[in-house]
């Protein structure tokens, strides 16, 4: 029994002892020397204090005398004691304290009250009663010694998170009691106070010198008093210079109540913003400077929340909005700004920026805002997104493009203008005889749909200008035409319309009821026709006045552009172009019939000198034939010779005659334009000639490709090639003929070995009739040349002649290579 009471003492005083410590660090110190008399005492093999979590009912062994792993009665003890937890407080308690053979013969458990469990272990565990009623008390003390290191740890914990907090805050951190004393600073505060650092313990806060306002300082202790006071925590901001620098402090005191202890103290959080509010300013800045750069910007610049209302905008956006300040659309939506037209595609854009985040670019509007201005807009708008990619809004620009618009609506105005010109140009140089006034009718109706006239018309004057009449009318659908009542006015009724025209000068009308009372006459003309406006643009040929032709307004007053003008005086040029060629293709047609005439009345000439003056020349040759058969022998002497002369003047008659019929003929009557290659046409016409034996030519080798009337060139070359023969006085007559290629001409070239030419003849030779010598020493009409001559010349070339009076003769002539068929019959 006395052992039992020593044990008890035992375990008693050492368990006061350990509440005593109220240490932590001396938990398992204290432990050890507690439970070793226990475990003496009962013989025990191992002790476990077991820490129970109330929180999700676990178990943990946070102290054991020996090691316990592996051992089986330990762990079936501890799994029957996490299996008993899980019932309810009334089970719990009646299965503790267990005893030996609860759960087996070697484990106990008892309970450490709101702590945990003391886990007793033997071979064979055994106490007495009257033991285990005394063991209760000192495990009290146990679980209070344990509950209470436990608490003494957690303080220590918070203790350290209070001062590593403290330490480590951003804030310049101090404790301060009631009479404004600091107890306590961190690193922070001390690195401020700077040399006075090391007088901060007990220092009054208003002796730091970082707060050098006297306002300043009285404003914090206020704020210290009624924190404490109030029991409120105070906010407060401090402004101070020192060190050079300019200091923002936004300061917070937190009252602090200890109930230990009737003292108070408050902790002052002084934040250094100073940065921020050197932001602030740079922020300031720079919003100026971006406002500025927004302001001067010429397109619109906005931005809109994620609601689609607008929270900037800029002089170029309010102007769009049709507004006069950005006060009338800042907060405001598409609806409450726009009309519904516009503001249903500008919400449509907005809900695909802001809702799927894709943003739209250069989207074009035409916008007519409350005002009723009108402008082209060409659009961009772009999500604003947050670090997370969360769009919270939009950036937009429009970009008035209104002129743009109309410099794209004036160039294919022009490019429309210019190649309506050149078709009309075209239809008019294309058109033939009889063409031009269904071509005129449908350029009528190409300008008037061009310049979306209501009627479009064409005037023209008699020869002498003195009356005029609607030759040419095309009109709109809707407006009536007036053609036939507009025939042969005279121009002299309406002086003033008239005298303009002669001075060539375009008539603009914009308002046929404002016409002054001298042109009333021309007013009472176009009302009946329901004119409102009309211009008018004179047709001149060779400077002189031909017509005029003008466009009419019926259904609306209209001022006609200078585009418009342009168009229809150019117009006028075309039409007085045409209708001068119409004019000029009437002369031409009357000039063919003539010439065809004259042609016709020429042909029948050919047939008389042909028939009527070749007959009796071939009755005289045959007379004379039969006068010299008749009287034979007796034909002698000079009547013999007059009979010879008289037949040599007519062969040469008839040959003068059968030469002018050619000439005649030449450039009337065309031979077959065939290809050919020349050296070959040249063996061939030689062949042709006959020439005398003792002749001698020279053809040049070089092969050359003609497309012409062959006969024609035939005919030339074998006329000078017999004349070179024909007039040479050499025993041996030698002809050359060669060529140059010129490109579409080649230059033929003829010369001879003959007696030459004086140059007071080169061109003498090519008239008719002109011979060198007297026609009874050589046979000659003087008619040859002068068709070589024209012969050549109807090709469009020419020939000259180069020749040296003893030497000989060169004829050089031009003709094409190339000659087009002819579409006309020539007569």
Not at 64 to 86: F, M, P, R
Not at 159 to 172: G, H, I
Not at 390 to 397: F, M, P, R, T
Request: with cysteine; charged share 30%.
């Amino acid at each position: 029994m006395s052992s039992e009471i020593d044990f008890l003492w035992d375990l008693h005083s050492a368990f006061e002892f350990s509440n005593s410590i109220g240490n932590s660090h001396h938990l398992i110190p204290m432990l050890q020397e507690s439970l070793v008399p226990l475990m003496k005492s009962l013989k025990l093999k191992n002790i476990l204090v077991i820490k129970h979590y109330s929180s999700d009912s676990s178990l943990s062994v946070v102290y054991s005398i020996k090691e316990y792993e592996g051992i089986t009665e330990i762990s079936e003890a501890l799994d029957w004691l996490a299996s008993l937890l899980k019932k309810d407080r009334e089970t719990i308690d009646s299965h503790l304290p267990t005893r030996p053979g609860d759960i087996n013969r070697s484990t106990a458990i008892w309970p450490l009250k709101d702590f945990g469990f003391l886990l007793l272990y033997a071979d064979v565990l055994n106490y007495s009663e009257s033991f285990a009623k005394s063991l209760s008390i000192p495990l009290q003390k146990l679980a209070l010694a344990c509950k209470n290191c436990e608490l003494f740890e957690e303080l220590d914990m918070e203790r350290k998170k209070f001062e590593a907090l403290f330490q480590s805050s951003n804030a310049v951190t101090a404790l301060i009691d009631s009479e404004g004393r600091i107890l306590d600073c961190n690193e922070r505060f001390k690195i401020l106070a700077g040399d006075a650092r090391h007088l901060l313990a007990n220092t009054l806060i208003d002796k730091v010198d970082f707060i050098n306002s006297k306002t300043e300082k009285k404003l914090l202790i206020k704020s210290i008093s009624e924190a404490l006071e109030k029991r409120k925590k105070q906010h407060l901001h401090i402004n101070s210079f020192f060190n050079g620098k300019n200091y923002h402090f936004e300061v917070s005191i937190t009252p602090l109540h200890f109930e230990e202890s009737s003292s108070t103290t408050v902790l002052l959080e002084a934040y250094d913003v100073s940065r921020v509010y050197e932001l602030q300013e740079d922020l300031k800045r720079e919003s100026n400077l971006l406002r500025t750069v927004i302001e001067i910007i010429p397109d619109a610049v906005f931005v809109k929340d994620k609601e689609g209302r607008r929270i900037i905008s800029n002089k170029k956006d309010v102007e769009f909005a049709g507004a006069e300040s950005s006060d009338e659309i800042i907060g405001k939506t598409n609806a409450e700004i726009f009309l519904p037209e516009h503001a249903d595609v500008f919400t449509n854009d907005d809900y695909i920026v802001l809702q799927e985040g894709i943003p739209v670019i250069n989207r074009e509007h035409f916008l007519i805002n409350k005002k009723g201005n009108a402008y082209w807009l060409q659009m961009s708008k772009v999500p604003l997104t947050d670090d997370n990619g969360q769009v919270y809004g939009l950036v937009g620009i429009s970009r008035d493009i209104s002129q743009i618009k109309e410099l794209i609506r004036d160039l294919k105005y022009r490019a429309d203008f210019e190649m309506l010109l050149v078709e009309l140009s075209a239809s008019f140089i294309n058109s033939v005889q009889g063409e031009l006034d269904e071509k005129i009718n449908k350029a009528l109706e190409r300008v008037g749909r061009f310049c979306e006239a209501d009627r479009v018309y064409v005037f023209q004057y008699d020869e002498p200008g003195k009356v005029m009449s609607n030759t040419h009318e095309w009109c709109a659908e809707g407006i009536t035409p007036e053609k036939d009542n507009l025939q042969m006015i005279p121009a002299d009724i309406i002086p003033q319309w008239n005298e303009k025209l002669q001075r060539l000068e375009i008539i603009h009308i914009p308002d046929v009821q404002k016409l002054p009372e001298d042109w009333q006459t021309v007013k009472e003309i176009l009302e009946p026709q329901g004119i409102q406006s009309l211009v008018v643009v004179p047709m001149v040929v060779k400077e002189r006045l031909v017509g005029f032709a003008g466009f009419d307004a019926v259904r609306f007053k209209r001022v006609w552009s200078e585009e418009d003008i342009k168009l229809l005086r150019i117009f006028g040029d075309l039409l007085a172009v045409s209708i001068d060629r119409k004019w000029t293709d009437e002369k031409i047609y009357r000039y063919n019939s003539s010439l065809e005439k004259i042609n016709n009345e020429l042909n029948r000439f050919a047939y008389i000198v042909s028939h009527d003056l070749k007959a009796p020349l071939r009755a005289i040759n045959n007379l004379s034939e039969w006068i010299e058969e008749d009287i034979g022998d007796k034909l002698e002497g000079e009547t013999k010779e007059q009979f010879k002369l008289l037949r040599g003047r007519v062969r040469r008659l008839e040959n003068l005659i059968n030469g002018i019929l050619e000439y005649s003929r030449v450039g009337r009557i065309k031979s077959r334009i065939e290809s050919f290659e020349i050296t070959k046409m040249l063996s061939e016409l030689i062949e042709r000639l006959n020439l005398p034996p003792q002749a001698e030519l020279k053809i040049q080798k070089t092969e050359m490709s003609f497309y012409s009337e062959r006969a024609a060139l035939e005919k030339v070359l074998g006329h000078l090639i017999q004349n070179g023969i024909k007039y040479n006085d050499k025993d041996i007559p030698v002809i050359e003929v060669s060529w140059l290629d010129h490109g579409k001409e080649v230059e033929f070239i003829v010369k001879d070995n003959g007696e030459g030419i004086h140059p007071d003849f080169h061109e003498k030779i090519f008239l008719m009739f002109q011979t060198l010598k007297a026609r009874d020493e050589v046979e000659s009409t003087g008619v040859g040349l002068a068709i070589v001559k024209k012969i050549i010349e109807d090709k469009g070339g020419r020939i000259w002649l180069e020749s040296t009076p003893g030497v000989g003769s060169t004829f050089h002539f031009i003709w094409p290579k190339y000659e087009k068929k002819e579409t006309l019959l020539n007569v």
